[in-house]
């Protein structure tokens, strides 16, 4: 008999699933890779900013280690955010904030709230150190705040809240949020994943940072891979009170972000117009791809974010049937059968050329 390493909760972890890579479905199908249209994984089509490409090439010495506290960086978020340096934490991306937080605060046994349909990461990272999932069912495929409250039991240590949701972009304007926080129970942190939030429009905009002085249980987790496009680079933050930023400090690794992540997150922090374009862009190819939608009488949820979730079927093979025609023609969407949506697809808006050819392709798949 073979023998079995690690704990039981480790073996049952079912790893992440990402967007498939241009290289593999062009080796897979045997497809040229300039042709191919990948619109799975919620990334910047514009690429990354000039100024980060900038800010990159004038990294000094790779040879040296980056600055392990990140200096300037937590310095060009002060000055963005008002907000002092021992308040930040810097991550390898934010899926690294979400990490962080489940190994501060979960010891094996203890419980984690979170939605069904939110994003995969919350699952692994509790699976990862024991913790036990509570998952509360969505309403409308959105958070059902009151019912994640009545979920809490008294080992309920963390409660993961994504604003807007990923997969589904569903959105929670800020008083609802800040009135599930007023009634969160104090020792229970709260993540507050915000990894899209440069892509709300100004009325839906409120101020989670300012929230962080009167929450100490509050960590709010901000990505760099979505309006600023760096998500090749691995960069994202925290912000909470000194008491949890202090403990996600002790448990981070040394030097969890490299010298050009940093300096490419300082250049594209204060791109103002790069973040404009991305968000004008966005919000141009939501409008392209839900007219097409309604036009082919598709259900999909309205969305907050850079991607939406839209039902390509009525029977559970659908959303890898469709996935698999939309392949064949070089088109590349996200399943999303693993988050128990097998009947929908998950489409990054992309450039107004990409989703014109995601938009034929899919007419195709469905003829
Ligand atoms: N949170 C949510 C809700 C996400 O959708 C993602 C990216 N898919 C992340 C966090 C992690 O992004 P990153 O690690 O690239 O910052």
Wanted: charged share 20%; net charge negative.
């Amino acid at each position: 008999m073979s023998i079995q390493f690690g704990p039981d909760y480790i073996r049952a972890i079912a790893p992440y699933q990402g967007g498939k890579p241009i290289s593999e479905v062009a080796r897979e199908f045997g497809l040229d890779e300039a042709k191919i249209v990948k619109l799975a994984s919620n990334e910047n089509p514009l690429g990354m900013p000039e100024s980060a490409r900038k800010a990159m090439a004038d990294v000094a010495d790779a040879g040296r280690y980056p600055d392990g506290n990140g200096f300037e960086l937590k310095a060009a978020l002060t000055a963005k955010y008002g907000v002092p340096a021992d308040c930040i934490t810097l991550g390898n991306g934010s899926n690294d904030i979400l990490e962080l937080a489940a190994h501060a605060f979960v010891q094996p046994g203890q419980s984690v709230v979170y939605a069904q349909y939110s994003f995969a990461v919350y699952p692994l990272a509790t699976q990862a150190v024991g913790g036990r999932s509570l998952v509360v069912a969505a309403k409308d495929f959105g958070h059902d705040l009151d019912a994640m409250l009545d979920a809490i039991e008294d080992d309920t240590r963390l409660v993961f809240v994504a604003n807007p949701n990923n997969p589904t972009g569903t959105f929670i304007p800020g008083e609802e949020i800040e009135a599930f926080l007023r009634r969160v129970p104090p020792e229970v942190v709260v993540v507050l994943d915000e990894a899209y939030t440069e892509f709300l429009s100004p009325r839906q905009q409120y101020d989670s940072i300012g929230w962080i002085h009167r929450y100490p249980n509050l960590l709010v987790s901000r990505s760099m891979s979505k309006v600023y496009g760096l998500a090749g680079l691995r960069i994202g933050y925290g912000i909470a009170q000194p008491g949890i930023t202090d403990l996600l400090n002790r448990i981070r690794q040394p030097f969890n972000v490299n010298s050009f992540a940093q300096a490419a997150a300082i250049a594209a922090l204060a791109d103002d117009d790069f973040v404009a374009r991305s968000a004008k862009m966005n919000a141009d190819g939501y409008r392209q791809l839900t007219q097409a939608f309604d036009e082919l009488k598709l259900q999909y949820v309205p969305s907050s974010g850079n991607f939406v979730l839209v039902k390509v079927g009525d029977d559970d093979g659908a959303g890898a049937r469709i996935n698999l025609a939309l392949l064949k023609q070089g088109i590349i969407v996200r399943p999303v059968g693993n988050y128990g949506l097998p009947q929908w697809l998950r489409i990054t808006i992309g450039l107004e050329h990409e989703n014109t050819q995601f938009i034929a392709a899919l007419k195709n798949a469905l003829a």
